[in-house]
């Protein structure tokens, strides 16, 4: 049975879905009919790249993000995330690909951890006020009533590292978690001293990366902090726990049984992901099954070092109309 385990977004207006599963339908907005074809002729990609040479085959459709997706659907989209996401898209064995580009900053210090006072060892956590970036493809259930969406959430902190993406099923205004207990994001804080993280790097002031992994801290309980600490410097909101992973890739659940792929161009900008999940899962009350289907609606929304969708308008988010998925 679904379970309501949390409410990510308390309001969102999401659109009139496609409401035939034959490929041939028109948006819902404008009446336009817009695809994005599944290649079927291409050799498999392995998920070791979204840059793997078969992608070059694969045909791309440029998705425009358009609005904001809140509550007033016809508001336009934030200006801070892209005009478009190219989409391609490639089934084999029975799994389906997505691949997506688009161009933005990355954001990866979500809920970072700022020195305020060198010589008390104390620290401002900056929750909300630095996030991460996310991607949703949001796909529809033919003829449902009332409307669910089959959604992927991918994030590039807290999915990301696990070479995931999160499943979540949207109805009537609710983002719903698929089941699933295991979880290899985890908060660096304590639950009773807010003045300082829960954990630092086994280098100490030496560490200034954005990542930091279970295996590689110390516990600001009972470690030294060591010297040469600088006034605002930065220790992870968040750490990554890799046995939790090895877990999962072990075990599946239905929460992650969406893996992926992610490079960051920093030059140019240019994000490019991969998405893969079997077309039938062993998961059915809350994915949809697509075998049987030859096309699916979906959206596609981006927020822009973002926590969650905001019921307001926000230069931080958008959301594309409604397109066709077609499938083999």
Not at 180 to 204: C, E, M
Not at 231 to 237: A, D, E, F, S, T
Request: with cysteine; glycine share 6%; aromatic share 10%.
């Amino acid at each position: 049975m679904r379970k309501a385990i949390l409410i990510l977004i308390p309001c969102l207006v999401l659109w009139a879905a496609c409401g035939s599963d034959n490929g041939t339908g028109t948006d819902g907005d404008d009446n336009q009919v817009v695809r994005v074809v599944a290649n079927t002729a291409v050799a498999e990609p392995t998920l070791s790249s979204p840059d793997e040479a078969m992608w070059s085959s694969v045909a791309g459709t440029n998705v425009p993000i358009n609005r904001s997706g809140t509550v007033n659907p016809a508001a336009p989209k934030g200006a801070l995330v892209p005009g478009s996401v190219n989409v391609k898209a490639i089934v084999k064995s029975a799994t389906l690909y997505m691949r997506f580009q688009w161009v933005d900053d990355l954001d990866i210090w979500k809920d970072v951890w700022t020195l305020n006072n060198v010589d008390n060892f104390n620290f401002t956590r900056n929750e909300d006020v630095f996030n991460e970036d996310q991607l949703f493809v949001m796909f529809a259930a033919p003829d449902a009533e009332p409307p669910w969406f089959d959604t992927w959430n991918w994030r590039s902190l807290t999915t990301n590292y696990g070479n995931r993406a999160e499943g979540f099923i949207y109805q009537e205004g609710v983002l719903t978690r698929d089941p699933g207990a295991q979880n290899f994001a985890l908060p660096n804080k304590k639950y009773l001293d807010t003045s300082r993280p829960r954990w630092i790097h086994v280098t100490k002031s030496a560490f200034t990366g954005a990542v930091m992994y279970q295996n590689e801290v110390l516990d600001t309980d009972t470690a030294s902090f060591g010297a040469d600490w600088v006034l605002n410097q930065r220790v992870p909101g968040w750490i990554i726990d890799s046995t939790i992973i090895a877990l999962i890739n072990e075990n599946e659940e239905s929460r992650w049984d969406i893996k992926s792929v992610f490079s960051w161009d920093e030059g140019s900008g240019t994000m490019k992901l991969v998405l893969a999940r079997a077309l039938n899962t062993p998961y059915g009350e809350e994915d949809l099954d697509m075998s049987g289907l030859d096309s699916v609606g979906f959206r596609i929304g981006i927020l822009d070092d973002q926590d969650e969708i905001s019921e307001l308008n926000s230069s931080q988010q958008g959301f594309s109309n409604a397109y066709w998925l077609v499938l083999p």
